[in-house]
């Protein structure tokens, strides 16, 4: 007999872990439905409990949950016992998690459960165990085989559970009209929360920090300008203090190809007129795309009478993550 190799175990493990999700697909019906309008119907949060690695992934499942729309949290059955049953209310859910069904830990909180009227959704393997018929839905996460071959270690039980949180978050997430600008607000330190969420304004040089001339100021003075705010710009004001347009290292290399005569040379003769120009409430996301079509590192931030703000410039937006 060929003894299976690394590569053999895994792919088997795969392929039975594989199987075992195909066939919870038909278990997604009318008790699925029936969770999931008890859930968006409760008043308080959700609780999810399990023992072992059923509360390893009810963990998981509590913090998808919670990043989705559904305040949710997970409290350890043990503990509970010991303290921890404060911190569920009677206007609270609980989703209990055990393939068997008999984890004693979780039996020993269901009179607990009926005496405060919370409604329990139960995860398991056997529709006629004790947890299950204890539940007003159970939801079944049973499987044929683990993908251990000593058909003990939770493997393919527990990824079937894990599915079968994912596939309750995500049919809640939709329920609820849930978007990805609600999700950036419980993911502020991500990538896509700062996109989502992270405007100019928030990020944009202002005040002393803007380089600022006139139109009559001479080429050379505005050259300092821009060297010691250091961005590569300079803004141009007229005389009433309006926004007149820019001066750029590009337009210094341009005017250089032109052969402007630039001892005599003021802003008003080599400055851009009418630049482009952002709102500070635009999201920095948005303000990094137009940067990226118009091959510029620099922006002016305007209000909307046009009075010069702020700059924002590349360096910027890197800086605070959002790319």
Same mark, same amino acid.
């Given at each position: 007999?060929?003894?299976?190799?690394?590569?053999?175990?895994?792919?088997?493990?795969?392929?039975?872990?594989?199987?075992?999700?195909?066939?919870?697909?038909?278990?997604?019906?009318?008790?699925?439905?029936?969770?999931?309008?008890?859930?968006?119907?409760?008043?308080?949060?959700?609780?999810?409990?399990?023992?072992?690695?059923?509360?390893?992934?009810?963990?998981?499942?509590?913090?998808?949950?919670?990043?989705?729309?559904?305040?949710?949290?997970?409290?350890?059955?043990?503990?509970?016992?010991?303290?921890?049953?404060?911190?569920?209310?009677?206007?609270?859910?609980?989703?209990?998690?055990?393939?068997?069904?008999?984890?004693?830990?979780?039996?020993?909180?269901?009179?607990?459960?009926?005496?405060?009227?919370?409604?329990?959704?139960?995860?398991?393997?056997?529709?006629?165990?004790? +947890?299950?018929? =204890?539940?007003?839905? $159970?939801?079944?996460? &049973?499987?044929?085989?683990?993908?251990? !071959?000593?058909? %003990? *270690?939770?493997?393919?039980?527990?990824?079937?559970?894990?599915?079968?949180?994912?596939?309750?978050?995500?049919?809640?997430?939709?329920?609820?009209?849930?978007?990805?600008?609600?999700?950036?607000?419980?993911?502020?330190?991500?990538?896509?929360?700062?996109?989502?969420?992270?405007?100019?304004?928030?990020?944009?040089?202002?005040?002393?920090?803007?380089?600022?001339?006139?139109?009559?100021?001479?080429?050379?003075?505005?050259?300092?300008?821009?060297?010691?705010?250091?961005?590569?710009?300079?803004?141009?004001?007229?005389?009433?203090?309006?926004?007149?347009?820019?001066?750029?290292?590009?337009?210094?290399?341009?005017?250089?190809?032109?052969?402007?005569? +630039?001892?005599? =040379?003021?802003?008003? $003769?080599?400055?851009? &007129?009418?630049?482009?120009?952002?709102? !500070?409430?635009? %999201? *920095?996301?948005?303000?990094?795309?137009?940067?990226?079509?118009?091959?510029?590192?620099?922006?002016?931030?305007?209000?909307?009478?046009?009075?010069?703000?702020?700059?924002?410039?590349?360096?910027?937006?890197?800086?605070?993550?959002?790319?």
């Amino acid at each position: 007999m060929t003894e299976l190799t690394h590569i053999d175990v895994g792919k088997r493990t795969v392929r039975m872990e594989y199987d075992a999700i195909k066939l919870l697909e038909d278990r997604i019906d009318d008790d699925f439905a029936k969770a999931c309008e008890l859930i968006l119907a409760v008043q308080g949060r959700v609780i999810v409990t399990g023992m072992g690695k059923s509360g390893h992934i009810g963990r998981k499942i509590a913090a998808t949950l919670a990043s989705t729309g559904t305040p949710a949290f997970f409290v350890h059955p043990g503990e509970a016992s010991h303290g921890d049953l404060g911190m569920i209310t009677e206007k609270d859910l609980v989703i209990a998690i055990s393939n068997s069904g008999k984890s004693t830990e979780i039996q020993a909180l269901l009179p607990l459960f009926k005496r405060m009227a919370i409604p329990v959704i139960s995860m398991t393997g056997s529709a006629e165990s004790p +947890l299950a018929k =204890a539940a007003l839905i $159970n939801l079944d996460i &049973a499987v044929e085989t683990e993908a251990c !071959p000593l058909d %003990l *270690a939770p493997t393919s039980s527990t990824t079937v559970t894990l599915v079968m949180g994912d596939a309750l978050a995500v049919a809640l997430l939709e329920a609820r009209g849930f978007t990805a600008e609600d999700f950036a607000f419980s993911h502020p330190g991500g990538a896509l929360g700062r996109k989502l969420l992270l405007k100019v304004e928030d990020i944009m040089h202002k005040g002393s920090s803007i380089p600022v001339v006139n139109l009559q100021t001479p080429l050379s003075q505005a050259l300092v300008e821009m060297t010691q705010k250091g961005l590569g710009i300079t803004t141009v004001e007229d005389d009433n203090g309006e926004l007149a347009g820019v001066f750029t290292d590009g337009d210094l290399r341009r005017h250089v190809d032109l052969k402007t005569d +630039l001892s005599t =040379a003021t802003m008003a $003769n080599v400055m851009t &007129a009418n630049p482009k120009t952002v709102a !500070p409430n635009l %999201l *920095a996301a948005q303000a990094l795309k137009l940067m990226e079509e118009k091959k510029i590192t620099a922006v002016i931030v305007a209000d909307e009478s046009h009075k010069l703000v702020g700059i924002l410039h590349l360096h910027d937006i890197l800086r605070a993550g959002v790319f």
